[in-house]
C-alpha cells in the first residue's frame, strides 16, 4: 500500500499534460516523453488521450489493485496520467453521456498495444465485479473475457523482429454492460488473420505461439497421441531459424491455454480434436513431393500420420493434394500437378485449417461470453500497428490500409470535425493545419483504385501478378501517393501516413483468392471428426450448380476485409472514442533506452504536435445549453432570473471564469476545455454532497421522531399486557383449587357405587351358569333317545329295500330272455331278404353305368365343340373391342379439344348463348367417367355469413371464399364449400378453417361429473384459439359436450403406454384421459396444445393466422392441371363459372359477381390455354416422348409425343408448340429425381417396350435376359448378319409372360438362304407389335441384298394375319423423372438433348429449398441444446415429441425425406418398390425382432436394403435411434436386438454428417443413462465401430454378424504357398494393407527386397487385392460365391499370401523366407506356361521340381497330375511339326481360365465350374502327349540322383534368373497396333524399369518402353488397355481382360521407384 501511495504521490517529470506545455514544438514534446520515461512515468496526456511508452520492462506496483481502487471515480488530471484513468472516464462516461464509449489502441508493432488492452479489461472487469451482486455461477463472464486473452494470444499472436507478443490479426473486444454497471456480456470481432504465417515465417521470427507450446508444454502422452517430436523436426516453426526465445515461457503459454479452455467449458473431446488438428498442421508441413508421373507423396508415414490426426483416408488425401479434377459432361477427369503446385495445395490446406480453427475458437468464446440486450457497452480495438519490414507482402498491404483508416477516423474526431465544429457554432477559432490522409484512401479504395484493380484481376482465369502490377502502374503511376519503382522489378510503393512502403506483388493474387480447392474440401468434409467437418460445414464447392456465377460474385480476401473494416468504422462512429497513442522508443525491444530519432518519427506521423496544439487551444468538452443547465443546476444560484438556458450558462460560466480564455458560448452549445469541466464537476460533486447531506439530516430525523413514537406505544402496549396477565394468573388460580376439590369428592362418591355394583354382577353371573348347567343336562339326555330310534327305523328300511330287490331282478332276466329269442327269429328273416335284393340291385346298377358313361361322352363332345367356339367369338370380340376402343379414345380427344375451343370462343362473346348447364355438353362426354368427390348430404341454400366474403392477396397468389360446387359425375348436386387458393393449389373444406386443429379422438373423463366414466367416447375435437370443445359428430350443427381452456389446464402430459397413445389434459376440477389413433396423430395434438399453452398473445395470433392446412381439406386440385376457367350463365346460380381440366369439370358459384370475377382473376392466372412465357421463364423447350411409368395399358397408347417446356418451378407439358392446349405439368421440388441417360438403356425403343434383340457385331449384349442373349445372335439393321438360332423376346414385367414359337422360313431363292439357314425359330409376346425395316440388310459373306415385297411377304406368312409384326428403330435415348404422383419416362432420339434435359431439370431441382421433416428439426434443435450443454431442455425435446422415442406402433411415413419415385435398374429385380415403402417395412421389421428365432437372415436383408438403396441408410439409423431412445428396460430382449442391427450398421454404412453426428450423441446419451447394461456394452462397441468403419462394397457375412453380435473380432484364414496357413484376427474395418503389414512382421521379412499383396484365388483364378479393400468384404464374396457354387474347378475361394512386386529377385538370399515364396511363384509362373522356355528346358525344371518334392526317383514312381509340375498348355497349342516326341496333335479350343475376376460377371462364373472336366479331357484327348511328357520328365528325373533338395531348388532358380527379365509380370494380349509391328498375340511384360512386348514363348522383347518415357497409361473403355510413350506417333492399345492388373502393377511399380530415388523405405 505504500508503494502505491509512493507512485501516485511521486513528482512528475516533465509535465503530465503536455497541452500545457509553453514552447509548443516537436523537439519539446519529445523531450518531455523522454524525461517522463527515464523517470518510469511512461504515460502522458494530451488532454483525454493517452500517450503511451513501451517501457519493456515491469514497472513495480504500477498495475496494482490498490491503484486501481485510486483512479476509480476520480477525473483525468486528478492523478497522474495511467491507462486506468482512460478506462474509468470511459466506464462512467456510459451514465454522463448515456452513450457507447470505444477506446482506439493505435501504434506500431512493438509499441504495447496487446498489453494496454489486457490492462483496460482487467480494470473494467474489477469495476464490474465490485457493482455485481453475487449470483453464485462457478466462472463470471468477467473472468471468461479476462480468460480469453491467453487463448486468443496463443492463437494470434507470435513473434516477429520488432515484438516478442506481436498480435497477427485485429480485434475489437466489446463488453456490455447492464445498468448497475455488470459485465453481462461480450463480443470478440477478429480481423484478417495472418494465414500465411502459418506455412513460412520472415528469419528470426517464430510462428504462432500455440505451436511452441504444444510441442514444448504438452506432456508426453499427448505428444505421444499426436507424433510430435522435437521442434526443430517441423518444417513449418524451424524454417525461419528461431524457435525458442528466453522471453517467451512455451510452458506457461500451454498451462495457461489449458486453464482458459476449462474456463470456456470446452469439454476435453473439443481440446484433444482441437490440438490434434495443430499436430496434423505440423505433420502436413513436413510433407514433400517428388516428380514421377506428376507430383507424388514422397513420404506416405507422415502423410498417414496427418491423415488419422484429421481423420481422413490417405490415399483420398494423397490424391487431393497432387490431382485436380474437373467435371466435363457429367465426367470427372483428374489431371496431376507438379511439385510447385502440390506444395501450394499443402500450404493451403495447412492455413485454411488454422485459419477455420481460429475462427471456432472465436466464435466458441462469444458463445460463452455472448450477450442480451444491455444497457450500453465500451469496446475495446487492438488492431496490428503500422508495419514496414524489408520484404513486404499482401498482409502488410491490407494491415496499413487498416491502419490509414484508423488514422482518417483519429484525425477525423481529432481535427477535421472538432475544428469544423467550432466554426459552425461561430466561436473564435484559428484553423490548426493537419496532415490529411485522405488522398492516400483514395488511392487505394477509390473506384479504380489498388483495391478495386487487384480484385478485378484477381476474378480473371488468366491473371497473373505482373498483368496486375502493369495495370497498377498505368493507372497510377502519376498519382502522387503512387510510388512506381525506378528499376522495373515487381514492387510498387504507397506514401503512407506513417512513411513510403513499397509491397512485393508476388503472390498478391493467390492471397487474396484464397483458393483452396474442391477436392481438399471435399475430403476434409469427409473427416470422421465432427471438430473437423463443422470447421468446414459452411464453405461451399465451387463445383456445384450456378458455380461459374457465383465464382464471379465470390468475395475476395481483400474485399471481405475491407467489409468487416467498413462494419468496424461503422461501430466505432456510433461511439464516443478514447484514444490511446502507443510509442515504441526503440528497435530492439531494450529497457531504460529512447532512440530519438525512431520516437520523432512516430510523433511525426501520428499527427503530436498538432494534437496537442488543438487540445492545447480547442475545447474538447461540449454541451447543449438545456443539457449543461440540466447537469448544473445545483451551481446555479436562486438569484438567476434569466429563464433562457444561454444566460444561465453565461452566468454560472463567467462566476468561474471571467475572462472567456476556458470556456466560449456557441450558437446552441457551451464549449470548455477539460480542466473547467473538471473543476465544474468537482465543485457540483461536493454541492450534490452538500445537498444530500442536507437531505439525508433531515431525512434522518424525521426516521428518528417516527422510530421515538413507535417505540412509545409499543411500551403502553406491553405494560397493558403485563398488568392483564398478572390478573388473570391469580383468578385461575382460584379456579384450580375449586376444581381440585370438587374433583376429590366426586371421585369419593363414585368408588363407593362401583363396590355395590360388582358384588351385585359377581351375584348375577353365578345363577346364570347353574342355569346353564342344568339346561345341558337335559338336552343331552333328549338326544340320546333321539339317536336310538333313528337307529331301529334304518334297519328295518334296509331290510324291506334287499326283498325288494330280489323279486325286480328275477323278473328282468325272463323277459330279456324272451327278448333275444325274439331278437334272432327276426334278424335271420331280415339277413334272408336282404340277400335276394343285394342281387336285383346289382344287375339294375350295371345297366344305369353303361347308360351314364355313353351320355357323359357325349356331354364331353359337345362341350369341346362349344368352348373352342366360344374360344374363337372371345378372339373376335376382343379384336373387335380393341379396335373400338382406340376409336373411342381418338374420338374423345376429338370431342374434348372440340369442346375446348368452343368453351374458349364463347368465353370470349361472353357465351350468351349458354342458357342452361347441357348447353355445355361437357357433363354428357365425361360425366359416365367421373366420380363424386364428396359424399356428404345435399346442401341447403343457407344465408350467407359474414365470412362469405372472398379476399385475396395483392399477388392474386392466396385467395379465399365460400362458393357453390358441383362436380361432374352421376350425382350432381351443388353444395357449398370453402374454398382456398394456396401455392398453386385449389383447396375445398367443409367450413372454413378457423380451428387450429380437430379430428377425432377417444375421451375417456370429463362430461358432467368428476369420475371418469367406465366407457370410452369416440369425439370430434376442435382446437380454436386456446378452447378445445369435443363434438358428438363432425357436421356444422353437431351440439358441443364440453370445453376445455387449454390455457387454465394445469399440465399435459404425454401418458403413452404400450400400444396405447394417449395424453392427460389435466384441470381444476378432472383429468381428460384423450387417446390418437397413432403416434404421429398424438405427437401433433400434444404439440399444438403445448404451444397454445405456453403461447402468449402475440403467438397465438400468428397461429391463428396461420393458412389452410390441406390435410384438412376434403378435396384438392392442381392449378397446373387446370384446362380452362370459363364463366357459365345459369338461371339459377348467376354468378356461375366453370373450371374444366382433363378429368372433370367443376361447376363454381360465387356469392356476387365481385366475388366471381376475383376468383376467375386468381385462377386463370394460371390458364392451361394458351400460355405466353417471358424469355427468362423458359430454361428449355422441346419435343419428348412421354411414357407413364405406372399405367397398365396396351403397347404403344402409354407413350405419346407431347412439347415440353421446363421453368423455374415445372416442366409444362403440352399438345402442340403453340400452346394451346395444356396437358399437365410437373411439379417439381427437392425430392423430385432425374436418372441420366444410360449406356446401356440407348437402345431402349419407343414400340414395344424392351425389346431384347442381341447384336452379332457385339461382344456383349446391351440388356435383356441373358440367357436369351447367349443363345441369339439374330440381328436387323444396317451392317448386321443373320446366322444361328434367333430368339425375340419380350418381357413384360406386368403380365404373365405368353410366348409363341413359329417357324420362320427363309426365300429359297434368297442369295443368303443356305441349308442351314432356311428356319429360324422366333418367339414374342402376345399382343407384340414389332417393327424394323428389313427391306435392306447385310448378310453372312458381306453381300448386300435388297428383298421385294414379295419376299417379304413370303418371309412373315407363316403368321396369323391377326399377329402382325414390325420392327423399329432402335436408337433412342431414355431418361426418367420422378415427382410426387408419378413417374415418366421421357425419350428423344439424341444423346445430347438427353443429356441437356438432365441437366437442365437436376439444376432446377437443385435449385429448391430443402425439404425437412420434423424429425430433421428436432436433431438440430437436440445438436443445439448439446453444444450449449442444455441437458434440462434435451429431455424437454424428449418429452414433448413422441416422434423421438420409441414407440410399439406401425410407422405411417418415414422419418427423413426420401426421393420420389419408383426404385429403378436392377433392384426392381429385388422387389423393391418405392424408397417410403421400403422405409415403412425395415420399421416394421424392427418392432417384432424379438420374435425371430434366427435373426441372422433379417439383420442381414436389412443391410443389403441399405446397401442397394443408398438414401435409406440414414433414415435406418434414425429408426434405430428412434426404437432405442427411452425404452424402460434397456436389456429386454426386442431394445438388445436393435442395437445389435444398430452395431451391424454401424460397422457396415457411414451415415451423413448430420445423422452421425446425431448417432454419436444418441450412444453416449444412452451409456450416460444406462452405463451398466448389456445395452451400454452394445453401444461402447457402436461408438467405437464409427470411428474405423469404412466404406463397403458387400454387407457382412454371417460369420462377420455374429462377431459383432458378440461384440468380437472375427478370424480370418491366410493361405501361402505349400499349403501353409495362418489365422488372423480382424474386425469390419481391417484392411488388406494391415493384413498384409501383419503377416510381413509376423513372418519378419521386414526387410525382404520385393513387396507382397494379398490375392483372392479359386484354382487357377486370382486377382491381387487393393492394399485399401476392406479384407471382411473379401469373406463377405466369398460367402456369396459360395452360396452360387462358383468358383474354379471346385476348389474353393481363400486369401492367399504372395509377392506382389519384383523389385531384386538377385539379392534374395536362398536360406530366407522370401526365397522360397520366390521359388515357388517362378514355378508357379512356369505351370501357367508364362515363362519362355523350349519343351527341353520345361522338362528339366519339371524334373528339378520333382526331386526337389519328392527326392530321388524310385522305381514305380510316376506323376499323377502332371499340372503341378508342367504347363499342360502348351500340348493343347503346340504345332504339330514342333512335336519332339511324334505324337499327332489335335486342335482344340483352350477351355482354361485366364485373367482376373475385375470385370468377370456372374455368367462368366458359372462357365468356370465347366473346366472341372478338363482332367478327363486330357486323359482322352491327350493321353499319348501326357504319356510322352511324363516319360520325358521321369527320364529327366532319374539323371539327379543324389541331388539335394536345396541343391535342386537353387539349380531352378539359377535357370529362371537366367532369363534377363526375370521377375516380369507377361500377361497375355492381343494387339491393334496400325503400324502391325506387332503379332495379334502377344505377351505383355511389366518389370520393375519398363513395360516390354514380347512374342509368346519369345524371350527377347520386340520393344521396351521405360517408365521414364512412358506419358500415360490406363482403360478408356472396358477390355482395352492404351500406353502412350514418348516419341511414339501412335498409342499402344491391347485388348485384355487384365486391365486393372495391368495398371495396378504399373503404378506399384512406378511408387517403388519413387521410394528409391528419394532414398524412402517402402
Same mark, same amino acid.
Given at each position: ?835 335276394? %335284393?343285394? !342281387?336285383? =340291385?346289382? @344287375?339294375? &346298377?350295371?345297366?344305369?353305368? /353303361? *347308360?351314364? +358313361? $355313353?351320355?357323359? #361322352? ?9 368352348? %373352342?367356339? !366360344?374360344? =374363337?367369338? @372371345?378372339? &373376335?370380340?376382343?379384336?373387335? /373391342? *380393341?379396335? +373400338? $376402343?382406340?376409336? #373411342? ?9 372440340? %369442346? ?1022 492404351k500406353i502412350i510413350v514418348e516419341g511414339r506417333r501412335s498409342e499402344l492399345t491391347f485388348d485384355t481382360t487384365e486391365v486393372f492388373e495391368i495398371a495396378k502393377l504399373m503404378k506399384a511399380y512406378i511408387n517403388e521407384i519413387v521410394k528409391k530415388r528419394n532414398m524412402i523405405p517402402a
Open positions: 500500500m505504500a508503494e502505491t501511495v509512493k507512485i501516485l504521490q511521486a513528482p512528475q517529470a516533465g509535465l503530465s499534460d503536455m497541452a500545457k506545455l509553453q514552447d509548443l514544438n516537436v523537439e519539446s514534446i519529445l523531450e518531455n516523453i523522454r524525461q517522463r520515461f527515464e523517470a518510469d512515468q511512461i504515460y502522458t496526456y494530451i488532454g483525454s488521450i493517452l500517450a503511451a511508452v513501451n517501457p519493456y520492462k515491469t514497472i513495480p506496483n504500477l498495475y496494482d489493485f490498490e491503484v486501481m481502487e485510486a483512479y476509480d471515480k476520480r477525473h483525468i488530471g486528478d492523478l497522474p496520467p495511467h491507462i486506468y484513468a482512460i478506462a474509468n472516464d470511459a466506464y462512467y462516461s456510459m451514465w454522463k453521456q448515456t452513450a457507447n464509449q470505444c477506446v482506439l489502441i493505435s501504434g506500431e508493432s512493438g509499441a504495447g498495444k496487446t498489453e494496454s488492452t489486457k490492462f483496460i479489461l482487467n480494470y473494467l472487469s474489477k469495476m464490474s465485479q465490485a457493482s455485481a451482486v453475487e449470483t453464485g455461477n462457478d466462472v463470471s463472464v468477467e473472468k471468461c473475457i479476462l480468460q480469453s486473452s491467453p487463448i486468443l494470444e496463443a492463437f494470434g499472436n507470435a513473434k516477429t523482429v520488432y515484438n516478442n507478443n506481436s498480435s497477427r490479426f485485429g480485434k475489437f473486444i466489446q463488453l456490455a454492460f447492464s445498468s448497475r454497471g455488470v459485465i453481462e456480456g461480450g463480443k470478440v470481432q477478429d480481423y484478417l488473420l495472418e494465414k500465411n504465417r502459418v506455412v513460412g515465417q520472415n528469419p528470426g521470427e517464430r510462428n504462432y505461439h500455440i505451436f511452441y507450446a504444444l510441442i514444448l508444454g504438452a506432456p508426453d502422452e499427448m505428444k505421444q497421441k499426436l507424433g510430435l517430436g522435437a521442434p526443430e523436426k517441423y518444417k513449418y516453426i524451424n524454417q525461419s531459424g528461431c524457435i525458442k526465445d528466453p522471453n517467451i515461457n512455451d510452458q506457461q503459454i500451454y498451462s495457461d491455454v489449458n486453464e482458459a479452455l476449462k474456463d470456456m467449458k470446452l469439454n476435453d473431446e473439443q481440446v484433444s480434436d482441437m490440438f490434434e488438428l495443430l499436430g496434423a498442421i505440423l505433420h502436413i508441413g513436413n510433407l514433400d513431393f517428388i516428380t514421377a508421373g506428376g507430383a507424388q507423396v514422397s513420404s506416405m508415414s507422415v502423410l498417414k500420420q496427418a491423415a488419422d490426426l484429421l481423420s481422413v483416408d490417405e490415399y483420398q488425401l494423397a490424391n487431393a493434394l497432387t490431382e485436380k479434377t474437373r467435371l466435363l459432361r457429367g465426367e470427372l477427369i483428374s489431371t496431376p500437378l507438379d511439385e510447385h503446385q502440390a506444395r501450394d495445395s499443402r500450404d493451403s490446406l495447412a492455413m485454411n485449417l488454422y485459419a477455420r480453427c481460429f475462427h471456432w475458437i472465436i466464435s466458441r468464446i462469444n458463445v460463452r461470453i455472448r450477450t442480451k440486450p444491455t444497457f450500453h457497452s465500451v469496446g475495446v480495438l487492438d488492431i496490428f500497428g503500422f508495419e514496414n519490414f524489408e520484404v513486404n507482402r499482401f498482409e502488410q498491404f491490407n494491415i496499413n490500409f487498416a491502419n490509414e483508416k484508423l488514422q482518417e477516423y483519429f484525425n477525423k474526431h481529432i481535427f477535421s470535425l472538432e475544428q469544423h465544429e467550432y466554426n459552425a457554432e461561430g466561436l473564435d477559432w484559428v484553423d490548426i493545419d493537419w496532415q490529411d490522409n485522405g488522398e492516400c484512401l483514395d488511392l487505394i479504395v477509390r473506384k479504380l483504385g489498388l483495391l478495386s484493380l487487384i480484385d478485378e484481376e484477381s476474378r480473371f482465369p488468366k491473371g497473373t501478378d505482373g498483368t496486375m502490377l502493369d495495370k497498377l502502374h498505368s493507372n497510377h503511376a502519376k498519382n502522387g501517393f503512387y510510388i512506381k519503382p525506378r528499376v522495373n522489378n515487381s514492387k510498387f510503393g504507397i506514401k503512407h501516413y506513417a512513411g513510403d512502403v513499397f509491397y512485393e506483388t508476388t503472390g498478391f493474387l493467390e492471397k487474396n483468392r484464397d483458393t483452396f480447392r474442391d477436392e481438399m474440401l471435399t475430403t476434409i468434409k469427409e473427416s470422421r471428426s465432427d471438430f473437423i467437418y463443422d470447421l468446414f460445414e459452411d464453405m461451399q464447392e465451387s463445383s456445384q450448380p450456378n458455380a461459374a456465377k457465383k465464382n464471379r460474385k465470390k468475395p475476395t480476401v481483400s474485399s471481405q476485409f475491407q467489409e468487416s473494416l467498413h462494419s468496424l468504422m461503422s461501430t466505432l462512429s456510433a461511439c464516443n472514442p478514447y484514444f490511446v497513442r502507443c510509442i515504441k522508443p526503440n528497435s530492439t525491444k531494450a529497457p531504460n533506452a529512447f532512440e530519438k530519432t525512431l520516437t520523432l518519427n512516430q510523433l511525426r506521423y501520428s499527427g503530436m504536435l498538432e494534437t496537442v496544439k488543438i487540445r492545447r487551444a480547442g475545447f474538447p468538452v461540449r454541451r447543449l445549453f438545456d443539457d449543461f443547465v440540466r447537469r448544473y443546476r445545483p451551481l446555479l444560484g436562486k438569484d438567476t432570473q434569466s429563464s433562457h438556458s444561454q444566460h444561465k450558462c453565461i452566468s454560472l460560466l463567467s462566476s468561474y471564469e471571467s475572462t472567456n480564455q476556458k470556456w466560449q458560448i456557441g450558437r446552441t452549445k457551451v464549449f470548455l476545455k477539460e480542466d473547467l469541466e473538471i473543476k465544474l464537476e468537482r465543485d457540483r460533486a461536493e454541492r450534490v454532497e452538500t445537498l444530500v447531506t442536507k437531505a439525508k439530516a433531515c431525512f434522518k430525523g424525521y426516521r428518528a421522531r417516527k422510530a421515538y413514537k413507535a417505540t412509545v406505544a409499543k411500551i403502553v402496549f406491553v405494560q397493558k399486557y403485563c398488568r392483564m396477565y398478572r390478573q388473570r394468573r391469580r383468578f385461575l388460580n382460584l379456579k384450580d383449587a375449586t376444581i381440585t376439590l370438587q374433583r376429590y369428592e366426586r371421585g369419593r362418591k363414585a368408588r363407593q357405587l362401583f363396590h355395590v355394583m360388582m358384588e351385585e354382577r359377581r351375584m348375577e353371573e353365578e345363577r346364570k351358569r347353574e342355569e346353564q348347567r342344568r339346561r345341558a343336562e337335559e338336552e343331552q339326555r333328549e338326544l340320546e333317545r333321539l339317536k336310538a330310534e333313528a337307529k331301529l327305523r334304518e334297519l328295518e328300511e334296509l331290510q324291506a329295500k334287499l326283498e325288494e330287490d330280489a323279486r325286480i331282478k328275477a323278473e328282468e332276466e325272463a323277459a330279456k330272455k324272451k327278448r333275444e329269442e325274439e331278437e334272432r327269429q327276426r334278424v335271420l328273416e331280415k339277413a334272408k331278404a336282404i340277400e335276394a %335284393a343285394k !342281387r336285383l =340291385e346289382e @344287375e339294375q &346298377a350295371k345297366i344305369r353305368a /353303361e *347308360e351314364e +358313361r $355313353l351320355k357323359l #361322352e357325349n356331354e364331353l363332345r359337345i362341350r369341346r365343340e362349344e368352348e %373352342a367356339l !366360344r374360344l =374363337e367369338k @372371345e378372339e &373376335a370380340e376382343r379384336l373387335v /373391342e *380393341e379396335k +373400338r $376402343l382406340e376409336e #373411342e379414345v381418338r374420338r374423345r380427344e376429338e370431342e374434348l379439344a372440340y %369442346a375446348m375451343q368452343q368453351v374458349m370462343t364463347h368465353f370470349d362473346d361472353s357465351i350468351a348463348q349458354l342458357n342452361s348447364p347441357s348447353d355445355l355438353n361437357l357433363d354428357k362426354y365425361y360425366g359416365d367417367m367421373f366420380e363424386e368427390a364428396d359424399q356428404d348430404s345435399e346442401y341447403q341454400d343457407d344465408d350467407p355469413d359474414e365470412d362469405s366474403v372472398s379476399r385475396k392477396s395483392d399477388d392474386l397468389q392466396y385467395w379465399e371464399g365460400y362458393l357453390n360446387m358441383k362436380c361432374g359425375g352421376m350425382v350432381n348436386t351443388w353444395k357449398k364449400r370453402y374454398c382456398v387458393l394456396r401455392d398453386e393449389t385449389l383447396m375445398w373444406f367443409r367450413a372454413k378453417q378457423e380451428a387450429l386443429k380437430s379430428g377425432w379422438l377417444m375421451k375417456k373423463g370429463g362430461g358432467t361429473s368428476t369420475l371418469s366414466r367406465r366407457n370410452w367416447r369416440k369425439r370430434f375435437f376442435v382446437l380454436k384459439g386456446i378452447e378445445l370443445a369435443y363434438y358428438e359428430s363432425d357436421s356444422d350443427g353437431a351440439p358441443c359436450k364440453g370445453i376445455i381452456n387449454i390455457k387454465q389446464t394445469k399440465d399435459i402430459l404425454d401418458s403413452s403406454f404400450g400400444r396405447e397413445s394417449s395424453l392427460d389434459i389435466i384441470t381444476d376440477k378432472r383429468t381428460y384421459h384423450i387417446v390418437a389413433d397413432n403416434a404421429d396423430d398424438l405427437s401433433e395434438w400434444f404439440s399444438i396444445l403445448m404451444r397454445v399453452k405456453n403461447a402468449n398473445e402475440y403467438e397465438l395470433k400468428q397461429m391463428q393466422d396461420e393458412d389452410a392446412n390441406p390435410k384438412n381439406a376434403i378435396g384438392t386440385l392442381d392449378v397446373a392441371v387446370i384446362d380452362s376457367v370459363v364463366p357459365v350463365h345459369l338461371q339459377t346460380k348467376p354468378n356461375a363459372f366453370a373450371i374444366i381440366t382433363a378429368e372433370r369439370v367443376f361447376n363454381m358459384s360465387a356469392d356476387s359477381p365481385e366475388d366471381m370475377n376475383g376468383w376467375l382473376k386468381a385462377l386463370t392466372q394460371y390458364h392451361k390455354g394458351q400460355r405466353t412465357y417471358s424469355k427468362e421463364e423458359i430454361l428449355m423447350s422441346g419435343w419428348l416422348t412421354k411414357e407413364n411409368t405406372g399405367t397398365i395399358s396396351r403397347p404403344g397408347i402409354t407413350r405419346k409425343k407431347r412439347y415440353f417446356i421446363l421453368t423455374s418451378h415445372s416442366l409444362d407439358i403440352y399438345k402442340s408448340v403453340d400452346l394451346q392446349h395444356k396437358l399437365g405439368a410437373i411439379a417439381l421440388n427437392r425430392l423430385c429425381s432425374v436418372t441420366v441417360p444410360d449406356d446401356k438403356m440407348f437402345k431402349e425403343i419407343d414400340y414395344p417396350p424392351e425389346l431384347v434383340i442381341m447384336n452379332g457385331n457385339r461382344r456383349s449384349p446391351p440388356s435383356g435376359n441373358p440367357e436369351t442373349n447367349r443363345r441369339s445372335s439374330f440381328s436387323f439393321g444396317r451392317k448386321s448378319s443373320i446366322s444361328g438360332l434367333a430368339t425375340l423376346s419380350r418381357p413384360r414385367s406386368n403380365s404373365r409372360p405368353y410366348v409363341r414359337d413359329y417357324d420362320l422360313p427363309l426365300p429359297t431363292n434368297s442369295p443368303v438362304a443356305s441349308p442351314t439357314m432356311r428356319r429360324r425359330k422366333l418367339s414374342w409376346g402376345k399382343k407384340s407389335k414389332i417393327k424394323m425395316d428389313l427391306r435392306t440388310a447385310m448378310f453372312q459373306g458381306g453381300r448386300r441384298h435388297t428383298w421385294s415385297s414379295k419376299m417379304m411377304r413370303n418371309l412373315f406368312r407363316c403368321y396369323p394375319r391377326s399377329k402382325p409384326w414390325w420392327l423399329h428403330d432402335l436408337r433412342t435415348w431414355k431418361f426418367t423423372i420422378h415427382s410426387r404422383r408419378y413417374s415418366y419416362n421421357l425419350f428423344t432420339p439424341s444423346n445430347d438433348e438427353a443429356w441437356k434435359w438432365t441437366y437442365a431439370i437436376q439444376e432446377v431441382i437443385d435449385s429448391k429449398p430443402p425439404i425437412e421433416t420434423p424429425s430433421q428439426i428436432l436433431i438440430k434443435e437436440l445438436r443445439e441444446a448439446s453444444l450449449n450443454g442444455y441437458n434440462d431442455e434435451i429431455d424437454k425435446i424428449y418429452k414433448l415429441n413422441p416422434i423421438l422415442r420409441n414407440v410399439p406402433y406401425m410407422l405411417k411415413s418415414p422419418l427423413l425425406p426420401l426421393p420420389y419415385g419408383q426404385i429403378m435398374s436392377s433392384n426392381l429385380d429385388k422387389g423393391y418398390t418405392t424408397l417410403q415403402d421400403e422405409a415403412v417395412k425395415i420399421f416394421n421389421v424392427l418392432q417384432g425382432s424379438e420374435q425371430l428365432p434366427d435373426p441372422m437372415p433379417v439383420i442381414q436383408g436389412i443391410l443389403q436394403t441399405c446397401q442397394d438403396l443408398k438414401p435409406l441408410q440414414d433414415e435406418v439409423y434414425c429408426q434405430l435411434v428412434k426404437q432405442t431412445t427411452w425404452v424402460k428396460d434397456a436389456d429386454n430382449l426386442n431394445n438388445l436386438r436393435n442395437w445389435q442391427i444398430l452395431c451391424c450398421m454401424c460397422c457396415t454404412f457411414i451415415p451423413s454428417r448430420s445423422i452421425l453426428r446425431y448417432v454419436r450423441f444418441h450412444i453416449k446419451r444412452q451409456v450416460e443413462l444406462s452405463p451398466k447394461t448389456q445395452m451400454a456394452a452394445y453401444a461402447g462397441y457402436a461408438l467405437e465401430a464409427l470411428k474405423r468403419t469404412r466404406t463397403r462394397e458387400f454387407v457382412p457375412s454371417r460369420d462377420e454378424i455374429i462377431a459383432i453380435l458378440g461384440r468380437r473380432d472375427m478370424n480370418a484364414t491366410v493361405f501361402c504357398h505349400g499349403g501353409g496357413s495362418c489365422q488372423i484376427s480382424i474386425n469390419s474395418s481391417t484392411t488388406a494393407g494391415q493384413v498384409i503389414h501383419t503377416l510381413v512382421k509376423g513372418m519378419n521379412l521386414d526387410s525382404c527386397y520385393n513387396r507382397f499383396s494379398l490375392y483372392e484365388k479359386s484354382g487357377l483364378v486370382e486377382k491381387a487385392i487393393d492394399d485399401r479393400s476392406v479384407v471382411a468384404d473379401i469373406l463377405a464374396k466369398f460367402e456369396r460365391f459360395r452360396a452360387r457354387g462358383l468358383s474354379d474347378r471346385g476348389k474353393p475361394w481363400q486369401l492367399f499370401f504372395k509377392l506382389f512386386c519384383f523389385l531384386d529377385t538377385q539379392s534374395v538370399k536362398p536360406d530366407s523366407i522370401e526365397y522360397s515364396f520366390l521359388f515357388e511363384q517362378a514355378h508357379e509362373e512356369v505351370i501357367r506356361g508364362k515363362f519362355p522356355a523350349t519343351d527341353e528346358q520345361l522338362i528339366h525344371l519339371s524334373a528339378l521340381r520333382m526331386q526337389f518334392d519328392k527326392g530321388d526317383y524310385v522305381h514305380g514312381d510316376w506323376i499323377n497330375d502332371l499340372t503341378e509340375v508342367y504347363p499342360v498348355d502348351r500340348l493343347k497349342v503346340k504345332p504339330k511339326e514342333d512335336n519332339d516326341f511324334g505324337f499327332q496333335q489335335r486342335d482344340r479350343k483352350d477351355t482354361f481360365i485366364s485373367g482376373t475376376l475385375r470385370g468377370i460377371g456372374e455368367k462368366t462364373l458359372k462357365r468356370l465350374q465347366k473346366s472341372a472336366s478338363d482332367d478327363n479331357i486330357l486323359e482322352s484327348v491327350y493321353r499319348d502327349d501326357v504319356s510322352a511328357t511324363i516319360t520325358a520328365i521321369i527320364d529327366k528325373w532319374r539323371t539327379l540322383k543324389g541331388t539335394s533338395a536345396e541343391r535342386a531348388q537353387n539349380i531352378y532358380m539359377s535357370f529362371m534368373r537366367s532369363w534377363k527379365y526375370f521377375g516380369s509380370r507377361l500377361f497375355e494380349v492381343e494387339c491393334h497396333d496400325g503400324r502391325q509391328a506387332y503379332p495379334k498375340s502377344i505377351w505383355l511384360s511389366v518389370n520393375k524399369s519398363m513395360v516390354a512386348v514380347h512374342k509368346i514363348n519369345d524371350p527377347n522383347p520386340l520393344d521396351e518402353f521405360p517408365y521414364e518415357k512412358i506419358l500415360s497409361f490406363g482403360a478408356p473403355i472396358p477390355n482395352e488397355y
